[in-house]
């Protein structure tokens, strides 16, 4: 089926690669016009290395490959102001928005609760919870001035359904978004617009793919590659696998995105391998 949000405009954070570069792609090889932004720069307490313009230039070219139009913009999401110009320019420029994205998000440290610094638990909750909160807020009224329904779709993980050690940071954050999706789902119903979460498990990005994850994974090693990666991550699932591709969860997106899902409201939509059954 083709032409599954034809028409339809898309706000997509962390748009510059993995799985926001994938989200805008997949939308726009199914119609939709793509609004990305993305921080391209580095934040100190991120041990992996973050995107780059050259990063969201090459988004950009990709959708346009794909004859779709494509705002970009390099905006944190912890800054509201700087969003809200952004999807306020976007919008100026599609005509409408129907469907937001909340997918910026990163991964910090490796310590436990007790042993976690201030920064990266500062870091890691302002930009996984409230960049989301700060994502859909901007973009939100669009949605509801476009008097069409929509369609929000907030990036938790498996680590927002249940805990995992050394991370509780990130869990915390991710958890946190699942009680944004249902109250956003409460209030916005009305007017029909729907709000899910994604919860992806292991994805092959540069944010889980790279050396600080490899040696969470496996301590044991010196230097461990992938594969030594792979043998641990694949405990996590009920599948033989270590870990999903980004297309995996653009399109669980694209199907929450899409009128196919129109009464799909409240939902937390895990796409993890069968991780939730251990």
């Known amino acids: 089926m083709a032409g599954r949000v034809e028409g339809k405009v898309a706000f997509i954070s962390g748009a510059a690669r993995g799985q926001g570069r994938s989200h805008a792609v997949r939308l726009a090889q199914e119609g939709a016009d793509i609004i990305a932004v993305d921080i391209c720069r580095q934040i100190d307490s991120v041990g992996y290395p973050m995107s780059t313009p050259e990063d969201l230039a090459e988004t950009a070219d990709l959708v346009k490959g794909l004859n779709r139009r494509i705002y970009t913009a390099e905006v944190d999401v912890r800054d509201y102001d700087a969003l809200k110009s952004a ?23 490796g310590a436990t609760l007790l042993e976690t610094s201030e920064p990266d638990w500062t870091d890691t909750i302002d930009v996984n919870l409230g960049g989301v909160w700060k ?25 927002g359904l249940k805990a995992y050690p050394h991370t509780g940071h990130y869990t915390s954050a991710k958890h946190g978004v699942v009680g944004l999706m249902r109250t956003f789902a409460v209030e916005l119903g009305q007017n029909n617009i729907r709000v899910n979460s994604v919860h992806p498990t292991n994805v092959n990005t540069p944010m889980f793919m790279n050396e600080t994850s490899m040696k969470i994974f496996r301590p044991d090693l010196e230097h461990p590659g992938p594969d030594d990666m792979a043998v641990v991550a694949q405990l996590m699932h009920v599948m033989p696998i270590g870990w999903v591709e980004a297309e995996d969860i653009s399109n669980a997106v694209l199907f929450l995105a899409s009128d196919e899902a129109r009464y799909v409201t409240g939902v937390t939509l895990p796409v993890d391998a069968g991780s939730c059954l251990k």
Do not use: F
């Open 87 to 109: 999807v306020d320019a976007g919008v100026e420029q599609m005509g409408r928005l129907d469907i937001i994205v909340a997918n910026a998000g990163i991964g910090t440290g």
């Open 135 to 159: 994502t859909v807020k901007a973009g939100l009224p669009h949605v509801l001035a476009g008097g069409r329904g929509g369609s929000i779709i907030l990036t938790s993980s498996v680590g």
